[in-house]
């Protein structure tokens, strides 16, 4: 019985109900060398009370209980040395608190875990749970990937390795110019994240079909290698091929060929944006453009028809694509525009294949598929009451909106949940007819801390930080997410770009954070204000000491408590600690940094570096600055140890409310190291040559702190040649630094071909230098055809560019015959010089006999190999201009005809004339019916130098004439006559 202050009576029936105790695991299935973590919930045995409960509703036990998780297979388990295996249920816990605890498994299977209960505690069973475990290894379910060029695909991979690796993982390939990979899409990776829930990246194409290579992902000691082939490009119609009255859209995918197999055109794109040329059957029935541009996740154009009937549009790609792969769509318009659209592999919509809300909270997803300029959609929510959509997050939202999606922008979609958990479906529907329809789950919401909160990715209901030597501000940021409700454990969006938020018109109001032991963490005003930017809601508190303490989110009205709304917070001791063994040398400096371990969070803390021996080693705050016995840096500053000479000494490094560190220098052997690899040049190059300082042993250049000259050394070097005649070089090296290093470059210009020795020297310093090395001058080899073709009887005009840096004096012979000049004028001699200026050229004028033996061309130039040009002699003839076909149709009233005759040689593509050397040939010319036309004169002298000439034809009268042109038997060796049938209207 309740007594009142005014003497009022109530009697109240309290029901007494048993305890469930739950065994929930946060890692499952977890990975050989991973860490299990464990937590238990508790909740009444009572579904009824439950319901009655109010969510914000606590409850204090009458005495504090020791709970234990225990292995059942110890072999395969060690309890992780950060945290103990025990946990205790304190008084600040709600109703559904709960404790956690960490194993990290050593060896695959199944392994089961018990809670041990203490026995005074009337609880509903044993809880109990089993974890399954597999061994790390890195695989993919594609045995060889197959690439249409120009096109790429998704690759899943199966990333069963420890989670340290994920972010990590290096792509190398066996042949590059092949394929790429490509995290996001676009930009080609080097290495990968695959440490979210989507384990896929782009293959893309870049060689030509039958080109091949292999894929290399490595994560630490984990290879998998995947051979890569490109095959032919094609694209496919994903019309119904009986269906030609098209009132929809025309739709196609890109796929490729492995001989006269079509791969799946759902696993490709197009890789990029790509050119493609289309035509239309029925001009004046479809008009479309003549170039159209696609790309990835879908794309197209539109085609107009002004009027109705049946065309053909035909699309094909660029020449670049070796192997055609155009397609043709037969349509029949009607009077309407049509929307040509390529489907992407990315499917219908870009969303995930369920959607998971909390009560109360919206988030968004967006919208894929964008395949026009703009393209229309329709998203309807089946259960308004429980979901709506929204094109606004800060609007309510509807039953059914409208969006439009252009290309390459995101036009998100808000989904905004009722205050009741549920599910519903969620329908997408595009304006191409397609729909989809996707499954939305709406969970109870809670505020919970932010899981990268100090360490806490790995167990987000526990954080590590460090005690500071005085109380600073630390800040615990948090984060509205949805709860499952089976294991309230926070859920994580998959493949959005959106966090969770509230629901427009959710009056914002203050949450409440209790920490168990304020002389650890004391929380500071102001509290923070739910129902602003979920980015900025965070708690703060002072640490104020080494200790445990518990942070406790009280949960908001129409909220629940979590796993992750309650954090186990550690205040450990720090350290300072240095980033790499102090390793010097006489004559150099080194970038070092500090920081704390456990890891700072405070951005206050100051360290002043001292210097036991200021006569050997001195501090600086810069490169180049001034140099004392100690300088004080903050947070993150590097600072530079320099090295004056190689005496014991030490750092001592002193930070307020730590112990100070006293850290010992030791010295190391330098040494000079070529940073080049080319030994080979020609006469009149310029090599750079170039050396880097650095420590003799490979452990010690591997440390940390990049290793520059002190601003006052003197370092100077001296370069030595066997042979003073080939290699022209300083005697001394001219300094230059570069960030993370100091090197030492010289010009060497090389004279003449030949073979030299070099060696360096170091000028008053202890550095070791490389052993000598040889210098090959070779001579250059000269740019000039392998082959010319040229007519027998004619000249051909061949330009020669000299591509070489500095001038060029070329002698060239002739041999065989053939005769050459720099002009047509100066032919007739066998051998000509030209000094042709750097990057420049000049004109070669060859002539051939009537009958010439094995012709041919013999280079020389100084310094350089000799090069010989054979000379192909082909057929020369005389022949009525090509323009001019075989039948002429010529108006009577015109009175004459100009024909223009030519003289040329098969497969000469150069300017080409009648050699001089040969003399003007006379052609005869002829008429069938010289009534209707004839010559003014029936021979035609070609002169020498000239490629055409032309023959005056006077028209008579109407008819009908056949013209013969006759060569010399020299240019006619089968006798055939030349002939043009004239028509005179």
Request: net charge neutral; charged share 15%; hydrophobic share 40%.
């Amino acid at each position: 019985m309740l007594t009142g202050a005014n003497g009022w009576n109530h009697r109240q029936e309290v029901q007494l109900v048993r305890t469930r105790v739950r065994l929930n695991q946060q890692v499952n299935p977890a990975i050989v060398g991973e860490t299990v973590a464990l937590s238990a919930t508790f909740s009444p045995d009572s579904a009824a009370f439950t319901e009655q409960m109010a969510p914000a509703e606590r409850f204090q036990p009458v005495q504090l209980a020791q709970f234990s998780v225990v292995p059942l297979m110890t072999n395969q388990i060690a309890i992780n040395p950060t945290s103990a295996a025990q946990a205790q249920a304190t008084n600040t816990s709600y109703f559904q608190g709960a404790f956690q605890t960490n194993f990290t498994v050593l060896a695959s299977g199944s392994i089961g875990f018990t809670l041990r209960i203490p026995e005074f505690l009337i609880l509903d069973g044993v809880a109990s749970t089993t974890v399954q475990v597999r061994v790390p290894s890195l695989r993919s379910p594609d045995a060889e990937i197959l690439l249409p060029q120009g096109c790429r695909r998704r690759l899943s991979l199966v990333v069963d390795i420890p989670r340290a690796l994920l972010s990590n993982i290096s792509v190398t390939f066996k042949d590059a110019g092949v394929a790429a990979v490509r995290q996001n899409g676009f930009l080609e990776s080097t290495r990968i994240n695959l440490g979210g829930f989507d384990n896929t990246v782009f293959v893309a194409a870049l060689g030509r079909p039958g080109a091949r290579t292999t894929v290399t992902f490595t994560a630490g000691d984990f290879r998998l290698e995947i051979p890569i082939r490109i095959v032919p490009f094609q694209l496919v119609n994903r019309n119904e091929e009986s269906r030609i009255e098209v009132e929809g859209p025309i739709l196609f995918a890109v796929t490729g060929r492995e001989g006269d197999k079509l791969l799946n055109p759902d696993d490709f794109e197009l890789s990029e944006l790509t050119s493609f040329s289309a035509t239309a059957s029925a001009a004046g029935v479809c008009d479309v453009p003549t170039t159209v541009n696609l790309g990835p996740f879908g794309s197209g154009f539109r085609v107009n028809c002004p009027a109705s009937g049946l065309v053909d549009i035909t699309l094909r790609p660029p020449n670049s694509f070796t192997d055609g792969g155009g397609a043709t769509f037969r349509i029949r318009s009607g009077e309407n525009p049509l929307n040509v659209i390529l489907r992407g592999a990315t499917g219908i919509a870009d969303t995930p294949e369920r959607i998971i809300l909390g009560a109360s909270l919206q988030t968004a997803v967006d919208l894929g598929f964008q395949t026009l300029s703009s393209n229309e959609w329709v998203i309807t929510s089946l259960n308004p009451d429980l979901v709506r959509v929204s094109n606004s997050g800060d609007r309510t939202g509807a039953e059914s909106i409208r969006s439009t999606a252009e290309f390459g922008r995101r036009a998100p979609v808000y989904l905004q949940a009722s205050n009741r958990v549920g599910a519903t479906t969620l329908r997408f529907v595009a304006s191409d007819g397609r729909s989809k329809e996707v499954p939305i789950f709406v969970w109870p919401s809670s505020v919970v801390f932010n899981p990268n909160t100090f360490g806490a990715r790995r167990n987000p209901s526990y954080a590590a930080v460090f005690t500071p030597g005085t109380t600073q501000p630390i800040d615990f940021p948090l984060t509205l997410t949805a709860v499952d409700p089976l294991t309230q454990i926070p859920y994580t969006q998959i493949n959005s770009n959106y966090r969770y938020s509230l629901v427009p018109g959710r009056t914002p109001s203050l949450l409440r954070v209790t920490s168990s032991n304020r002389a650890v963490l004391d929380p500071l005003l102001p509290t923070p204000v739910f129902g602003g930017d979920p980015g900025l809601l965070r708690f703060r508190a002072n640490l104020v000491s080494s200790g445990s303490s518990i942070l406790e989110v009280e949960q908001p009205e129409g909220f629940s408590a979590s796993v992750q709304s309650r954090m186990l917070v550690e205040s450990r001791p720090a350290r300072i600690v240095l980033n790499g063994p102090l390793l010097l040398a006489a004559g150099a400096q080194r970038a070092f940094s500090l920081s704390l371990s456990p890891q700072s969070f405070s951005e206050f803390i100051q360290y002043t570096v001292i210097s036991t021996n200021p006569d050997a080693i001195q501090l600086s705050v810069t490169e180049t600055g001034p140099a004392a016995s100690q300088v004080t840096i903050g947070r993150g500053s590097q600072f530079y140890v320099r090295c004056l000479k190689e005496d014991p000494a030490a750092l001592r490094v002193e930070a307020a409310g730590f112990a100070t560190e006293t850290l010992p220098v030791r010295y190391g052997a330098l040494r000079l190291a070529k940073r080049f690899t080319q030994l080979k040049t020609n006469p009149g190059q310029t090599l750079f040559l170039s050396f880097t300082v650095e420590f003799v042993s490979a452990a010690d250049r591997a440390q940390p702190g990049r290793m520059l000259p002190n601003p006052d050394a003197n370092y100077r070097f001296a370069i030595r040649s066997s042979d003073d005649s080939i290699l022209s070089f300083p005697d001394e090296m001219m300094l230059r630094q570069s960030p993370g290093s100091f090197e030492f470059t010289s010009q060497i210009r090389a004279l003449k071909p030949g073979e030299a020795r070099l060696s360096i020297e170091v000028l008053g310093r202890s550095i070791q230098v490389s052993e000598p090395w040889d210098l090959l001058v070779e001579p250059w080899r000269l740019d000039v055809p392998d082959r010319l073709t040229v007519g027998r009887g004619l000249v051909s005009q061949y330009t020669i560019r000299n591509n070489r840096q500095e001038p060029l004096r070329y002698r060239i012979e002739a041999r065989g015959g053939a005769a050459i000049g720099t002009q047509i004028s100066s032919l007739g001699t066998n051998a000509v010089e030209v000094e042709v200026p750097r990057s420049g050229g000049f004109d070669l004028y060859v002539a051939m006999p009537l009958n010439p033996l094995s012709a041919s061309l013999v280079w020389s130039a100084p310094d350089s190999l000799n090069a010989e040009t054979t000379i192909n002699g082909v057929p020369a003839r005389f022949s009525f201009n090509g323009t001019l076909g075989t039948n002429l149709v010529i108006p009577l009233s015109r009175g004459s005809l100009e024909i223009p005759i030519d003289v040329s040689a098969d497969g000469v593509f150069v300017p080409t004339t009648l050699s001089p050397l040969l003399g003007s040939q006379e052609l005869r010319l002829t008429s069938s019916n010289p009534l209707v036309a004839s010559f003014d004169s029936n021979t035609l002298l070609f002169p020498a130098g000239y490629s055409q000439r032309n023959a005056t034809l006077r028209l008579r009268s109407a008819g009908t004439v056949i013209i013969t042109l006759e060569a010399p038997s020299a240019f006619n060796p089968t006798g055939q006559k030349q002939e043009l049938v004239i028509t005179v209207r």
